[in-house]
């Protein structure tokens, strides 16, 4: 007799979702001593003030269960900081609810508005949370290719974007700038998007983690979505602190949208985690009111270690897609005699002791990314500096 303790566990709509590919590649790092620009995690803190609001919370007894949506004053640094910098106006008190980082706001959004078998349109290669949320709803994922275009970035066929909205489409989830390609969605692609939306009374999700790290040379800066027309009251905006502030490890996010999509979020999210981070939340409260020199700084700081690995892989050989924002750059591995992302980046410790994510991994269309890295760059100048002297070493 088959018994439970023979059998794998999971649930079968999970199985398809392994251990993530920064697992796999952050212990190939441990294990062979290579510079991981893998993970996309900064090895600098962010802002000393914050770091000590956050110290100070923890040691004035701010320890125990915040407020179901938040604490009254990170609600209220979130709905000032997109007055401030999108013209966007959200109310504290059922507009805003803080989650455990964006993660949970995606997951949750999507578990309160999919039925099973409710379609969710996405671009790819995506972040890999998305693909695991929609199949834990039941829902049903309808992906749009991101590609090269030959200039050095990404962009997807109107066509194909249309031809992914259909009937059951529920909601469209949109990341701009966007991981791992770096693009930045321009005026005429929102323009499209919220189109869609509207004839097909959908929803939007806008994953807007990046929305500060937007470099001066791109070809457009980053606009909400939720500022096109018709839009504020079908899109769920969802940003976080983790890249911002450079906290990744504290996962505080939130999202904004109309009452009723932040209350449908809530119901759902408080039964994954109730609530968290409570001493954090006002010290993140504190960093969103930060002077404009603190966002600009820490986007021209991001914008100089992107040049320079850009620059080192270019010298390396690789065929370089260069960002307009993020934490991230892709290459292209053809001309350093590679055929596969995954197998390069497998040999790469190996061969000269830097990791990289293959982006193949994040398409249903692996072909499309087949050859596709991605690269963080979000470490110290000297970190970079290494790496590069390295994959230099590599290619010559
Ligand atoms: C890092 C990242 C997240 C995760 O944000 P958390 O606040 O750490 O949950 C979500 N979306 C994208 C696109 C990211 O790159």
Request: charged letters at 20%; aromatic letters at 8%; a negative charge.
């Amino acid at each position: 007799m088959t018994t439970t303790t023979d059998v794998d566990p999971l649930v079968a709509r999970m199985r398809p979702f392994g251990t993530t590919i920064f697992a796999e590649m952050s212990a190939l790092a441990v294990r062979t001593g290579a510079v991981n620009l893998g993970q996309g995690f900064p090895d600098t803190d962010g802002p000393p003030e914050m770091l000590a609001a956050a110290a100070e919370a923890l040691r004035s007894g701010q320890n125990q269960y915040p407020p179901g949506p938040g604490v009254p004053a990170l609600r209220a640094a979130v709905a000032a900081h997109q007055r401030r910098f999108w013209g966007l106006e959200y109310d504290p008190d059922g507009e805003i609810v803080v989650t455990a980082g964006a993660t949970e706001a995606v997951a949750a959004a999507i578990l309160a508005l999919c039925e099973p078998g409710d379609e969710v349109v996405c671009f790819e290669p995506y972040y890999d949370s998305y693909a695991a949320s929609i199949a834990l709803a039941g829902a049903v994922r309808r992906p749009v290719t991101l590609r090269p275009t030959g200039d050095g970035r990404y962009a997807f066929d109107p066509a194909a974007l249309r031809a992914a909205f259909g009937p059951r489409t529920r909601l469209v989830l949109l990341n701009s700038p966007h991981n791992p390609t770096g693009k930045v969605f321009t005026p005429d692609e929102l323009a499209l998007v919220a189109e869609l939306c509207r004839e097909h009374d959908a929803y939007a999700v806008t994953d807007e983690v990046y929305e500060h790290l937007v470099f001066t040379d791109a070809a457009a800066p980053h606009v909400p979505l939720a500022t096109l027309p018709g839009m504020r009251e079908r899109t769920l905006r969802i940003s976080s602190a983790g890249k911002t502030f450079s906290c990744t490890g504290w996962k505080v996010g939130w999202a904004s949208g109309p009452a009723a999509l932040v209350s449908a979020v809530l119901r759902v999210k408080q039964f994954l985690t109730f609530v968290n981070a409570a001493p954090l939340q006002p010290a993140v409260a504190m960093a969103l009111a930060l002077p404009d020199d603190y966002f600009t700084g820490f986007r021209a700081e991001l914008q100089a270690r992107r040049d320079q690995l850009v620059d080192g892989l270019t010298a390396a050989g690789f065929e370089v897609l260069s960002p307009e924002g993020t934490y991230f750059v892709t290459a292209d591995v053809t001309p350093l005699g590679g055929r596969d992302g995954v197998e390069f980046c497998r040999s790469l410790p190996e061969r000269c002791g830097v990791v990289a994510v293959p982006t193949q991994v994040f398409y249903d269309d692996a072909e499309a990314g087949r050859r596709l890295v991605r690269f963080a760059f979000c470490k110290r100048p000297e970190v970079i500096a290494e790496a590069v002297t390295r994959l230099r070493r590599a290619s010559a």
